[in-house]
């Protein structure tokens, strides 16, 4: 029986969805790393990003920023945060997924707000709005468009990362490769397989419904028209 045969046997068992440590366990710790990461960095990342592109400093802080927390290697966090007063589990796991979920959300905040419309700027400071107005009620509205890009990239990518957890005893569906790697290829090769299936089907599904969701806040006039273009280009 091959790999593929095995992780289609061992998915079949209902037992592995059910029982303590099972597959639904393992998807809810998931799913709790993923959503307190990315909830960390929107935190961090969206204020720094807005206020820097309502004021029109600091492109090249948010370049470095971005650079340095791209440079630091995820796996090498996890190694070094369960060796500070964090210690293991779930806690430095979520640390080190939002320091990775930043640059995505820091770079779209920025640039959604630097790519309001001057002329928008000038007609909302002709009418006495306030510096603080102007972000709150013109440029955030019109940059919601690139928040929910940062937003959608960011929580793929912590989604898709989150399976190294197991590293450190932090949960997730991680865990099922870990355990599968634990009895040995010839064994748990089919384990592996399945809960690298798992991973990769959970991350496509956020992908595709936090596509869905940016297009429904998207307002309708800031839409990519992207039919139309593609329409337009192919004429």
Same mark, same amino acid.
């Given at each position: ?8 046997? =061992? ?5 592995? =969805? %059910? ?12 799913? =709790?790393? +993923? ?15 807005? =206020? ?15 650079? !340095?927390? &791209?440079?630091?290697? %995820? *796996? ?26 930043? #640059? ?8 959604? !707000? ?15 709005? +306030? ?6 009620? *013109? ?5 919601? #468009? ?11 990518? !912590? ?6 957890? +197991?590293?450190?005893?932090? $949960? ?7 355990? $599968?790697?634990?009895?040995?290829? +010839? ?16 991350? &496509? ?28 280009? %192919?004429?």
């Amino acid at each position: 029986m091959n790999a593929i045969d095995q992780a289609i046997l =061992w998915l079949n068992d209902p037992l592995n =969805w %059910t029982n303590p440590g099972g597959i639904l366990d393992r998807l809810g710790e998931h799913l =709790w790393i +993923s959503f307190a990461a990315v909830l960390i960095g929107c935190l961090v990342a969206w204020p720094i990003g807005l =206020w820097l592109g309502h004021t029109g400093r600091g492109g090249g802080v948010v370049v470095l920023i971005s650079n !340095v927390t &791209l440079a630091i290697p %995820t *796996v090498a966090l996890l190694t070094i945060l369960p060796l500070t007063p964090l210690g293991f589990g779930q806690r430095p796991v979520i640390l080190a997924l939002a320091v990775f979920a930043v #640059p995505p959300l820091l770079a779209n905040a920025y640039t959604g !707000v630097r790519q309001v419309d001057p002329e928008a700027r000038d007609a909302a400071r002709g009418m006495g709005l +306030s510096g603080r107005q102007l972000l709150t009620r *013109v440029e955030l509205p019109l940059a919601v #468009p690139y928040l929910a890009t940062g937003f959608r990239t960011a929580s793929v990518q !912590v989604v898709a990362t989150a399976a190294l957890a +197991s590293f450190v005893n932090g $949960g997730g569906l991680g865990q099922i490769i870990s355990a $599968g790697f634990g009895l040995g290829m +010839s064994v748990g090769g089919g384990q592996i397989l399945a809960g690298a299936l798992l991973v990769a089907l959970l991350a &496509l599904g956020i992908e595709g419904l936090l596509a869905l969701a940016e297009r429904a806040l998207t307002p309708r006039p800031l839409r990519r028209p992207g039919r139309f273009r593609r329409r337009a280009a %192919t004429a």
